[in-house]
């Protein structure tokens, strides 16, 4: 019979092969990592390392003494010879009983408390004394993020933008499957939720630019569904704040970024909001982006229409994909030409009419494509003073006023986008209301909307009597152009 004197360690060159590869994977644990939770930048992310260094801690030494105690029995006690005889049996030893039942528990009552610590201080309440409040409401799409900032009227997606050493406050939100926002370096991550808000809160503690990610499977793009996050000092924030508010430059007349307008207000508009500048604009966008969500829910197979990132002052962003790229004139191109070979999955290029083609690529040219790309890239705070509407003081030009304020919602054709399109809306307008002119009735259609809304179109459009009576009479003579 076999006799097992001797230990057999099989120890194989194999074995040893697989040391590199151990190290290589434990680099990946470095605190340098983009998305490694061990280098901190905030009290949240901090305090939720310390806890797993705790708990680490108190598991290693568990497996060390039990592991070491196992191999110390099995060598010591092992059968020696075939004359070897089972020993004694014994059942119960209280005094070993009483030892391995309470050693668990007071490790256990050791985590508890620290661990409910954190959960409360990072529960209970935003640390209010440690700064004026930002709070930001976060929504998952898939798959990008969207930040709305309430008190500031700003709306931006895939870049948050945070003051340091403030505390901001969110409220969790999904349109459509759970997604989790987490921030590995400064906090994370709380689930969001459809139709069941959550709420964090974290504090950014260096200036920065941090990584942020999608931590629930939410479908195809889920692992691409990224963010970032920019922790400026406070004068650089507030600077921000104020440029989302500052309309960028009107494209000079014949120039490349003039015809990208053009082009993106044909093909992109219908989902894309660009101008969010303007006072009234943030409670336009979140309509706008409620009734595109309304109209691809109700036809998620042929909608012409997606949720959609916000994309005013685009040409400050970093990355493009929801934080995948950096964004470049090169990656800019490509995105528009085929997402899908930057990002799998993207809505747009299933729905959008403008990737309606055999091979799903756009249908533009390169130059076309270019021009798109040479006036997103320009879109950046311009001249005009903060809070001014764009194009209202200098131009009443009709057809740009539409571009800019209208085409989101209204094609100049038949297509339906949000609202009717608007081809021979004049003929129309004429037999809607006895007794009213066209002109009062158009006017009357821009400045209160909801007093006119035809069958089977939602009650989304805002009123618009901000533009003032000059643009709304060009806005006017323009639509009576339309046929
Ligand atoms: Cu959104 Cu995963």
């Known amino acids: 019979m076999h006799r097992i004197s001797?230990?057999?360690?099989?120890?194989?060159?194999?074995?040893?092969?697989?040391?590199?590869?151990?190290?290589?994977?434990?680099?990946?644990?470095?605190p340098d990592n983009h998305q490694s939770t061990f280098g901190t930048a905030g009290p949240v992310a901090k305090d939720q390392a310390d806890l797993f260094k705790f708990i680490f801690w108190i598991s290693a030494v568990v497996f060390v003494v039990v592991e070491a105690a196992v191999i110390y029995i099995a060598i010591r006690y092992r059968r020696r010879s075939d004359s070897d005889k089972l020993p004694h049996q014994t059942h119960g030893n209280t005094k070993l009983e009483i030892t391995w039942t309470l050693i668990p528990v007071l490790i256990l009552a050791a985590i508890a408390v620290p661990t409910l610590t954190d959960i409360w201080a990072q529960q209970s309440h935003v640390p209010e004394d440690q700064g004026e409040v930002l709070n930001v409401e976060a929504i998952g799409h898939q798959w990008w993020f969207e930040f709305r900032y309430p008190d500031q009227e700003v709306?931006?997606?895939?870049?948050?933008?945070?003051?340091?050493g403030r505390p901001v406050a969110f409220k969790l939100e999904s349109q459509d499957v759970i997604h989790s926002f987490w921030v590995p370096k400064i906090a994370g991550k709380?689930?969001?939720?459809?139709?069941?808000?959550?709420?964090?809160?974290?504090?950014?503690?260096?200036?920065g630019e941090y990584y942020g990610q999608c931590a629930e499977f939410c479908g195809i793009a889920h692992a691409h569904m990224r963010f970032?996050?920019?922790?400026?000092?406070?004068?650089?924030?507030?600077?921000?704040?104020?440029?989302?508010?500052?309309?960028?430059?009107?494209?000079?007349?014949?120039?490349?970024e003039a015809s990208g307008k053009n082009l993106f207000a044909a093909n992109c508009s219908s989902c894309h909001t660009i101008d969010s500048t303007a006072p009234g604009s943030?409670?336009?966008?979140?309509?706008?982006?409620?009734?595109?969500?309304?109209?691809?829910?109700?036809?998620?197979?042929?909608?012409?229409?997606?949720?959609?990132?916000?994309?005013?002052?685009?040409?400050?962003?970093?990355?493009?994909?929801?934080?995948?790229?950096?964004?470049?004139?090169?990656?800019?191109?490509?995105?528009?030409?085929?997402p899908s070979?930057?990002?799998?999955?993207?809505?747009?290029?299933?729905?959008?009419?403008?990737?309606?083609?055999?091979?799903?690529?756009?249908k533009?040219?390169?130059?076309?494509?270019?021009?798109?790309?040479?006036?997103?890239?320009?879109?950046?705070?311009?001249?005009?003073?903060?809070?001014?509407?764009?194009?209202?003081?200098?131009?009443?030009?009709?057809?740009?006023?539409?571009?800019?304020?209208?085409?989101?919602?209204?094609?100049?054709?038949?297509?339906?986008?949000?609202?009717?399109?608007?081809?021979g809306i004049a003929d129309r307008a004429g037999t809607r209301v006895a007794g009213q002119s066209v002109d009062a009735y158009l006017r009357e259609s821009i400045?209160?909307?909801?007093?006119?809304?035809?069958?089977?179109?939602?009650?989304?459009?805002?009123?618009?009597?901000?533009?003032?009576?000059?643009?709304i009479e060009a806005l006017v003579t323009y639509l009576k152009t339309l046929d």
């Open 228 to 256: 970032r996050v920019f922790v400026h000092e406070e004068e650089d924030f507030q600077a921000w704040v104020d440029g989302m508010h500052t309309a960028p430059d009107t494209p000079l007349a014949g120039s490349s």
């Open 6 to 30: 001797k230990l057999s360690l099989p120890v194989r060159p194999t074995l040893f092969l697989l040391i590199p590869l151990v190290l290589t994977l434990l680099a990946a644990c470095t």
């Open 341 to 362: 070979s930057i990002k799998i999955g993207t809505r747009m290029q299933k729905h959008a009419a403008v990737y309606d083609t055999d091979n799903n690529k756009a």
């Open 190 to 207: 709380v689930d969001m939720v459809p139709l069941n808000d959550n709420y964090m809160w974290m504090i950014g503690d260096e200036v």
């Open 364 to 423: 533009l040219t390169a130059s076309e494509i270019s021009d798109i790309a040479n006036y997103l890239l320009s879109l950046k705070p311009g001249s005009t003073p903060s809070g001014e509407v764009a194009n209202n003081s200098a131009s009443v030009d009709g057809e740009s006023l539409f571009t800019t304020n209208c085409s989101s919602c209204h094609s100049t054709g038949d297509d339906t986008i949000v609202g009717p399109g608007l081809a």
């Open 155 to 164: 709306i931006v997606s895939n870049e948050l933008h945070i003051p340091v």
């Open 282 to 338: 943030y409670a336009r966008e979140i309509s706008a982006q409620q009734a595109r969500w309304n109209g691809w829910v109700s036809d998620i197979e042929n909608s012409g229409i997606v949720s959609a990132p916000n994309l005013t002052h685009f040409g400050t962003h970093s990355t493009i994909g929801a934080g995948l790229k950096d964004l470049n004139k090169t990656t800019l191109e490509q995105w528009i030409t085929d």
């Open 447 to 471: 400045i209160n909307p909801n007093a006119f809304i035809v069958d089977g179109y939602p009650a989304v459009m805002p009123g618009w009597e901000q533009l003032g009576t000059e643009s």
